[in-house]
């Protein structure tokens, strides 16, 4: 079955839910996860260089996101499930191990899974999140109490929900638009304001905008605003994973301007201490937060050459 951009998709059964998954290639198995706001489109540039280079590649749509399944229960979107249905897609896809590379969210859930089952990959790469342990700390950072605060604006159900579901192309235009936030904001003002939203960033076309959108008029944002809404509760949940460390070889690109960086100063450096075999750190010059879709060659070649690497082992 093939999906609107061509590509083949399975439905995939795994812990409790339903993966829309793109499915491509043949080879040892290498699996791509999305961040916030995407789905697997996001990757649409690394599929065939990875099917070229000899892996099988898989790339699902998350759990509450695009044609995938969507719980109503807001803690249903805890790391804890969210690392177990990469596993479970593993299991299903009849792998033992597979190479875990993920982007924003998918980042975290990759540095989680990790963590979580060593056992279950032979390495694992993030792009754009640093790997620090996830906490409260997340949800209100020190110094913006007064200001906007993007994650602890997703906290109330529903609030960002009506401001992004009353328009999703125009709220997908604010995604995927070109040019930085605009500045710091009071605490009570909502994400995006009354203005007309910025022209597309070079790295999206129409077609890319109107995917993006469709797969969002399918979800809602319901579920991947809750992915948000349990960041408080991992220690709680991981208390085991109080002083992580990732044993398995590591991987990190993002890009020089992206923002996330800004948020967590030094925290490229500071990841270091979470990782037992950390092999590479890579800063794409002039590359914002979607680094996959704003400088694709230069991504491709770290990804492949990584995971080959890995795989030559």
């Known amino acids: 079955m093939l999906d609107a951009a061509g590509r083949h ?44 280079a000899g892996f099988r590649v898989a790339v699902p749509d998350q759990r509450g996101y695009g044609a995938s399944s969507c719980p109503s229960r807001i803690e249903d979107y805890n790391l804890l499930e969210l690392t177990t249905d990469v596993v479970g897609l593993i299991d299903a896809l009849g792998e033992e191990k597979a190479y875990l590379v993920g982007h924003d969210w998918g980042c975290i859930v990759a540095w989680y899974t990790a963590l979580q089952y ?52 125009r709220t997908m235009r604010f995604f995927n638009g070109s040019g930085g936030g605009g500045g710091s904001k009071p605490r009570d003002a909502n994400m995006f304001g009354d ?7 070079p790295a999206i076309t129409e077609d ?19 992915w948000y809404r349990n960041m408080s509760r991992v220690p709680s949940l991981m208390p085991w994973l109080a002083e992580p460390r990732i044993q398995i070889p590591a991987a990190f690109l993002a890009g020089s301007n992206d923002p996330v960086l800004q948020f967590t100063r030094g925290s490229v450096d500071m990841q270091d201490a979470f990782f037992a075999d950390l092999r590479s750190k890579q800063i794409v010059d002039g590359a914002g937060h979607w680094v996959q879709e704003e400088k694709p060659e230069e991504v491709n070649l770290a990804l492949v050459k990584f995971l080959t690497d890995i795989r030559g082992d």
């Open 118 to 169: 060593p056992h279950r990959l032979h390495s694992v790469m993030g792009l754009s999140v640093p790997m620090l342990p996830m906490g409260p700390r997340a949800v209100n950072p020190p110094g913006l109490d007064d200001n906007f605060w993007y994650i602890r604006y997703f906290q109330n159900p529903g609030v960002a929900e009506a401001e992004f579901e009353a328009d999703i192309d």
């Open 208 to 226: 890319d905008q109107d995917y993006y959108t469709r797969s969002f008029i399918e979800s809602g944002f319901r579920g991947p605003l809750s």
């Open 9 to 52: 998709q399975e439905m995939i059964e795994t812990n409790g839910v339903t993966l829309r998954t793109i499915i491509e290639g043949d080879g040892p198995l290498a699996v791509l996860l999305h961040g916030f706001p995407r789905c697997w489109y996001l990757w649409r540039h690394q599929i065939d260089p990875l099917v070229k």
């Open 195 to 201: 203005g007309a939203p910025p022209a597309l960033s």
